[in-house]
């Protein structure tokens, strides 16, 4: 694959041509914060907190891919303030409680609000009711704490037919995760796990298990999201 | 004229309380009550949550001994999942000594908060003292050794939950059926070796340093610690099976004032054939009670005191030779001298120093089998003695592994209307007959209370704040007076 050099925030970067932005960036040390984006993976565009500047506009940095003499803009206090928003706006559209959560200190969305500094939200909480869906045998929905980044439904799948375990429904503030439960008793350990792993927060649960590590030294307990890319020079 | 007092909050205790005195006509005290004003309800929102999530969150209650309600939530999830000894699945040794080791921390370090920092100032300084010195900044600048070791102690204790549960406070150590990591040599030598913090045998000797300090204090205020709020009641806690102090578990034993045994080698999870609760509407906490003697006179207290009253000895060597000496004060009788939870309170520091050595030097904490499973059931109870007193957590879980009931009786709880004896008690003490009222006055009210230690926010769940706020009302609810401080 041919090298091409493009620059973010005028640092001269060099990467494959037509790399998927985000990695590119990370291959030259600059963080850009996703919450759906997976490496390798194909681009899912819902979080939009890695949101950039290309030729003037705001775009999610995880659809673009780089072209030789790309400009991009990324470190800015106004693109900054957007992504803190996007964050803030995720803690109030549900009911996120970290305390009990067993994946704080690992979860992406509180390292990332961590990250922005986000002390307390500039939008109103909206404190929907949502019921534990817990019909599934081995794992459980929380969608208090869903961010409807679409992780597990586009790469948990049925193994043998390949169709979709997680599924969206309905639109706009009723968005939410569904679960096709014949097919996810299915699901072996392994794959349950993947879930588990793969979702940003604590919305997957696998029935009866966690809590095997210490809040304090889990993963971002110990260093910043972004900490392997970028040595956490960049934390916002 | 008839007068109202309020007491509005309660300082020095942890949570929102307020105290209301009326006064008749010729100034006697007609009615003393401690309201607790605060209210979170952690019993209806764990409802619907996974069980094995219950011991992380309801640590939550509590910022001073989340471990407390930690543990009573894992030893009642514990048989959510079949581990329960009358089954014959029990935890495995080093699973219940590293729980044992985290609770005994947590005892050390509750007991040191709240004897130097939040009573030692009355004691040193006097009800009647400075307001303006007696806190905890005062002890520092009067008894800068007395303060440094408290801090140092306290430390200790933290450090310990800290080592077996990843953080001082609301970590997480106790997983369902077990615990989720042991002590590693490193981590035990912290402990052991002195190098980074004084080691626990320096705890131990600042402990019995503590013990005498009371004695010493008691000895100098002898009819004020005997008599201020004092009053007779029945007393509770877990007792091991041959009547031994245990913190962590037990059967329960009431005695009543007189040293007449209640109950006797009661199986906890039988709790509601003994306990009752009543509410009243001026408080959002309960009142619990002995159904073997009603609601009106079934009260009962629970705490240091209380468990020195009904255990028959203390299962370690320093701390059972001041158990002899105080129960030898009361002639080996229930003692129900309110200010005499210090006494005990320090005893029982001393206890925890003791066993947490004890434990630290078992090498079992450094074996692996963690974790035990049996057959799952559908409701679980566990009892623990907290700082405070008898804390009980039960629940039920629905098929869908599902909170579907909790009832939480905490410390404090208990204590509900022990405190308002002693708040009438010490009302009477301090007030009856005063035609003004008095900040020490106040403050006395407030001692009386403090003894107990209070969690309000364990007992309704909430958290306060501790500005404090004195309104003088009268029989027509007209203010005559209003002071802030």
């Known amino acids: ?236 | 004229m008839p007068q109202k007092i309020t007491i509005d909050p309660v300082t020095r205790v942890e949570g929102h309380g307020k105290v209301t005195i009326r006064l008749d006509d010729a100034g006697h005290v007609e009615q003393a009550r401690l309201h607790i004003v605060e209210f979170r309800g952690f019993e209806r929102f764990v409802q619907g949550r996974p069980y094995w999530e219950v011991p992380v969150l309801v640590q939550r209650l509590c910022g001073i001994c989340p471990v407390s309600h930690h543990l009573a939530g894992a030893k009642a999830v514990d048989e959510i999942v079949g581990v329960k000894p009358s089954t014959g699945t029990q935890l495995t040794k080093p699973a219940e000594k590293l729980r044992r080791l985290m609770h005994y921390g947590q005892m050390f370090q509750s007991h040191v908060l709240h004897f130097f920092y939040l009573c030692s100032p009355d004691l040193v300084f006097g009800v009647d003292g400075d307001i303006a010195t007696r806190n905890i900044v005062g002890i520092a600048q009067a008894a800068p050794e007395l303060a440094t070791k408290a801090i140092l102690m306290r430390k200790f204790g933290q450090e310990i939950i800290k080592a077996t549960a990843g953080k001082k406070i609301h970590g997480i150590s106790a997983v369902p059926g077990g615990i989720h990591k042991n002590l590693s040599i490193e981590e035990r030598d912290y402990f052991l070796n002195g190098k980074d913090i004084p080691n626990i045998d320096t705890m131990i000797e600042w402990s019995a340093e503590a013990v005498a300090f009371f004695k010493d204090f008691h000895a100098k205020n002898q009819t004020w610690s005997d008599t201020f709020a004092a009053h007779n009641s029945a007393h509770m806690g877990l007792v091991s099976k041959d009547g031994g102090m245990d913190f962590y578990h037990g059967n329960l034993r009431v005695v009543d004032s007189t040293g007449r045994v209640l109950l006797d080698d009661v199986d906890y999870h039988h709790y509601l054939d003994h306990l009752g609760e009543e509410t009243k509407s001026w408080s959002y906490m309960k009142f619990p009670f002995l159904k073997l003697q009603g609601s009106q006179d079934g009260w009962y207290r629970v705490g240091p005191l209380a468990r020195v009253n009904v255990c028959d000895y203390i299962p370690s060597k320093l701390a059972n030779e001041e158990y002899e000496i105080m129960r030898a004060y009361t002639h080996g009788k229930p003692n129900n001298m309110t200010m005499h939870y210090h006494w005990a309170r320090l005893i029982e520091t001393l206890h925890a120093a003791e066993v947490m050595k004890e434990l630290l030097n078992d090498p079992d904490l450094q074996k692996t089998n963690l974790i035990t499973k049996g057959t799952k059931t559908a409701e679980g109870i566990g009892v623990i003695e907290a700082p405070r007193g008898t804390l009980l957590h039960h629940y039920r879980v629905g098929a869908d592994d599902r909170v579907t009931m909790c009832n939480l009786i905490v410390s404090t709880t208990h204590n509900n209307n022990a405190m308002n004896a002693a708040v009438t008690q010490a009302a009477l003490d301090m007030m009856e007959g005063n035609t003004t009222i008095t900040e020490p006055m106040m403050n006395g009210i407030e001692v009386a209370i403090r003894a107990y230690d209070p969690c309000l926010s364990c007992a309704t769940h909430a958290l306060g704040q501790m500005p404090l706020e004195v309104t003088l009302i009268d029989s027509k609810d007209n203010v005559l007076d209003v002071r802030v401080r």
């Open chain 1, 1 to 236: 694959m041919p090298k091409i050099t493009f620059k973010i925030d005028g640092k001269q970067c060099t990467a494959e041509d037509g790399q998927n932005l985000v990695e590119a960036a990370a291959d030259n040390h600059v963080y850009i914060p996703t919450l759906c984006h997976m490496k390798g993976e194909k681009c899912l565009g819902t979080c939009r907190v890695c949101m950039v500047k290309v030729n003037g506009k705001d775009m999610a940095g995880c659809t673009l891919s780089v072209s030789e003499g790309m400009e991009v803009t990324f470190d800015t206090p106004e693109l900054n303030d957007k992504r803190k928003a996007l964050i803030e706006m995720l803690f109030v559209e549900r009911n996120h409680f970290c305390p009990s959560c067993e994946k704080s200190g690992r979860c992406d969305l509180q390292a990332l609000a961590y990250r922005f500094k986000m002390h307390i939200p500039r939008f109103r909480y909206r404190y929907p009711f949502f019921e534990v869906y817990s019909k599934v045998d081995k794992l459980m929905l929380e969608h208090n704490r869903c961010i409807l980044c679409q992780r597990c439904v586009e790469f948990i799948r049925d193994p043998d037919t390949n169709r979709k375990i997680f599924s969206m429904r309905n639109r706009t503030n009723k968005s939410m995760i569904q679960v096709d439960y014949r097919l996810a008793n299915k699901m072996s350990e392994e794959q349950i796990d993947k879930a588990v792993a793969i979702c940003p927060v604590g919305a997957i649960i696998k029935k009866g298990q966690g809590f095997d590590e210490a809040y304090g030294q889990r993963k971002y307990d110990q260093h910043p999201i972004g900490y392997e890319v970028d040595g956490g020079t960049n934390s916002k």
